[in-house]
């Protein structure tokens, strides 16, 4: 029993983040003393910010590569000009230490998402 007692209170003082989305033309987050916004392509953020992490993928939804997805029935096989989308989720942290996650989907900006301190955790609100 106290054991679990430590647990759940260790776990509770620890900190709890949200990832909420952002604009990045309406912020003033910098790597490297360079601006982010939602023209940055995923190269400037490899060469200029901290302990990034890119994650590459590919998403094939139409055309003779696609028989292998889930749904494939859906999908035509006798499209000559296949739907293929690269998608990249690129995870850094900025000059001030905010911890973004950004999506690309064909080297274009999708959506950024910051890791904000829950308003529930009284350890992190002031």
Do not use: W
């Amino acid at each position: 029993m106290h054991k679990l007692f430590i647990s759940i209170f260790a776990f509770s003082m620890g900190s709890v983040f949200a990832l909420q989305t952002i604009n990045l033309d309406q912020q003033s987050l910098t790597c490297n003393k360079v601006k982010l916004t939602s023209k940055t392509t995923s190269a400037i953020i490899s060469q200029n910010c901290k302990n990034v992490k890119v994650r590459t993928d590919k998403q094939i939804t139409s055309g003779h590569n696609a028989g292998d997805l889930r749904g494939s029935d859906l999908i035509s096989e006798d499209d000559t000009d296949p739907t293929v989308a690269n998608l990249q989720k690129v995870s850094f942290y900025t000059d001030d230490g905010t911890h973004l996650k950004c999506y690309y989907r064909n080297n274009k900006l999708y959506k950024c998402k910051a890791a904000i301190a829950s308003a529930g955790n009284s350890s992190q609100t002031k």
